[in-house]
């Protein structure tokens, strides 16, 4: 079977058949009215949102190779290196990653003085802990350290990481005087292959020891998160972050994410399968925004949370350092307040999936008291209300008639600056990619509507309109490949995001915020393996559109059905360039013959595109199938619209 060359053809042979092809086909006649402007898009619209969940956080940004570091399951002769937490999409319930070597009794679990969390491994002399399937690249380094504690003193350590089974394919760091009181030492091996099967044991001689914690990274870590996941999350360009979810946060205790990380209890995941680590904290997510250059949105806890604890989590963000929360900031590290201006009030409340979840008349008074706490801390925060206007709450509460997000707005209109709404769409439809292609911007249409004519009906419209923000957007669907939630991306879905930003930008009088969910591994733009990271196909037209397409979106009309495309039109915001947007979901190219009015576009311009011969076509580690492609295009009056292509034209303005 001949190999898919995708969009690197475009500039070749494709480009000339498209034309051709295009021949055939009745022409789009489309104008645009460049001084017919909507509001202005918001650059929140490309916001991205991050969940503890698979291998979003975990195993995706953060950067630490060892499962269950600080042994929340215990180490028993039970291991099975087929049931690892690492290798399977929903990790199993009590099985621990580490294996015994030696005597099966050779390791036990303390309670009394535990390191952190509920019990410490004491490993006898001549036995070791080993956990397999680490990812490591030829010649790369790797850093870690190890807490260890001789109860009874002459206990001696050797740290290996090995990358295959002979003497000279592994490395080791030898430990010698350990004494009675838990000490620190550092860790550093180069690899010597590359493989995804390499081990790390930890052994004792001499004497019982302790193992406190551990912890094992690529050398090139960016203050613990990956390097390679960095580097693509600053190339994609999202504005704006929501963290902790989502599901999670309505069992999530901020508190256990602070302070020295191997002092951080780990917790089951109150939402998802297997273990919440408290590597990835409050301070981190402040660090990791910082870092990729995207403004936060924090979420708390409505859900087995209380409206003090969301008080003080804003003060930890935001106080002095005179305050309570504030002192403890300072007390970790970092004098001077965060500044943090956007906060999610609970999630999805509305909804028995959710820890917590309780009745619209209920939670309309749960939300105004953590807001006014969370306001008396800081007035300024921007607030975002829990929504859904598909929800009403009847099986729950018979006498309910209003819908959740009329409720919300009905009682907490006051209380909030801006509404969330959540969609997912599956991959039914996969036959069909135009069908594909509209689902998601069938939903921001449905979305959009609705709230106009719902705040119109408050009274809300000339008063105080609430803006929404779709927090959580994107397709979901089957097999999971890259851990739990961690589906695959193709061309016909990349085609349907590009559909749904378009419909964000027709819609931005109503729309001023979006987070795309999320981000890394699970449905995520961005896929990791153990030792590499890429970007899936959602992700281009994401990237694409942030880069390349105006703020200031014009009004657009046709003579006639367009046939299929779906077209949009903005001005940059210093008006000196006109930009198109054009989706072609069929498998036919088309020519879109486009009347400009307001403004004279120049001959030469920029063109981006992304297209392949097969919606199905995907991303692979180390295979990019699909890829954005910049050339000049010289405009005669035509645009050109390949089959199953996305496009992004900029044509600067006479």
Avoid at 3 to 16: I, V
Avoid at 323 to 339: K, L, S, V
Avoid at 477 to 500: F, I, M, S
Avoid at 558 to 578: F, H, I
Wanted: aromatic share 8%.
């Amino acid at each position: 079977m001949k190999k898919s060359t995708g969009m690197m053809a475009w500039l070749g042979c494709t480009l000339l058949t498209a034309a051709a092809q295009a021949k055939d086909q009745p022409a789009v006649t489309v104008t645009v009215h460049a001084d017919r402007a909507a509001p202005e898009i918001n650059p929140y619209t490309y916001g991205q949102f991050i969940e503890h969940l698979g291998r979003c956080i975990y195993g995706g940004i953060w950067a630490e190779m060892l499962e269950d570091r600080k042994f929340y399951f215990p180490v028993t002769a039970k291991y099975d290196p087929y049931r690892s937490l690492r290798d399977t999409a929903f990790p199993v319930v009590g099985a621990s990653p580490w294996e015994i070597v030696g005597a099966a009794d050779a390791v036990t679990m303390v309670g009394e003085g535990s390191f952190v969390g509920r019990h410490t491994p004491r490993i006898a002399p001549g036995a070791a802990i080993r956990q397999h399937d680490l990812g490591v690249v030829k010649g790369k380094g790797y850093t870690g350290y190890i807490w260890l504690k001789a109860p009874e003193g002459a206990a001696r350590a050797e740290v290996a990481l090995a990358w295959g089974d002979g003497d000279d394919q592994r490395q080791a760091v030898r430990i010698d005087g350990l004494g009675p009181e838990f000490t620190r030492h550092e860790l550093a091996f180069t690899a010597g292959a590359d493989t995804e099967k390499a081990k790390l044991e930890i052994r004792i001689e001499g004497g019982p020891a302790l193992i406190g914690t551990a912890s094992l990274m690529p050398a090139d870590n960016v203050r613990g998160m990956r390097a390679d996941t960095l580097t693509l999350l600053k190339q994609l360009g999202g504005t704006m972050y929501r963290w902790p979810g989502g599901n999670f946060v309505s069992g999530y205790e901020w508190r256990d994410g602070i302070g020295p990380r191997d002092r951080r209890p780990p917790r089951r995941n109150p939402a998802w399968t297997g273990v919440e680590h408290n590597d990835f904290g409050l301070d981190e997510f402040l660090d990791f925004c910082r870092e990729i250059g995207a403004e936060p949105v924090v979420a708390v806890n409505t859900g087995f949370g209380d409206a003090d604890s969301a008080a003080r989590e804003v003060e930890y963000c935001n106080g002095p350092a005179e305050t309570i929360g504030g002192g403890m900031r300072a007390a970790n590290g970092r004098a001077e307040p965060y500044g943090v201006k956007y906060w999610c009030v609970g999630n999805e409340m509305f909804g028995p999936w959710q820890l917590g979840f309780m009745q619209l008349k209920h939670y309309t008074i749960k939300h105004n008291g953590f807001a006014e706490a969370m306001r008396a801390v800081d007035p300024s925060l921007q607030l975002i209300g829990v929504g859904d206007l598909d929800t009403i709450n009847r099986r729950h509460d018979p006498d309910e008639r209003r819908g959740w997000s009329r409720g919300m707005l009905e009682e907490c209109a006051k209380f909030m600056n801006l509404i969330s709404e959540h969609f997912y769409r599956d991959d039914k439809a996969k036959g069909d990619t135009p069908a594909h292609a509209r689902q998601l911007a069938d939903a921001i249409r449905g979305k959009a509507e609705g709230h106009r004519k719902l705040q119109k009906e408050l009274g809300l419209t000339g008063r105080r309109p609430v803006p929404i923000a779709m927090d959580e957007w994107n397709y979901w669907h089957r097999p999971y490949v890259y851990g739990e939630l961690g589906c695959v991306y193709d061309l016909a879905d990349a085609l349907g995001v590009a559909t749904g930003l378009h419909e964000f930008f027709r819609n931005s009088d109503v729309i001023s915020m979006a987070h795309y969910a999320q981000t890394v591994n699970v449905i995520g733009c961005i896929k990791t393996t153990k030792t590499a990271a890429f970007f899936e196909s959602t992700a281009l037209p994401l990237m694409m559109h942030r880069h390349h397409y105006g703020t200031i979106p014009v009004e657009l009309t046709t003579a006639a059905e367009p046939g299929g495309l779906d077209l949009t039109a903005a001005l940059t915001a210093d008006r000196k360039a006109l930009t198109v947007g054009l989706v072609n979901p069929t498998d036919k190219a088309r020519t879109v013959r486009l009347s400009v009015e307001g403004v004279t576009p120049a001959e030469e311009g920029t063109a981006w595109a992304v297209s392949g011969d097969s919606p199905s076509l995907r991303n692979d580690p180390g295979e990019a199938r699909l890829e954005i492609v910049e050339r000049p295009l010289r405009f005669d009056g035509s645009l050109e619209a390949p089959p199953l292509s996305i496009t992004v034209v900029r044509l600067p303005l006479r």
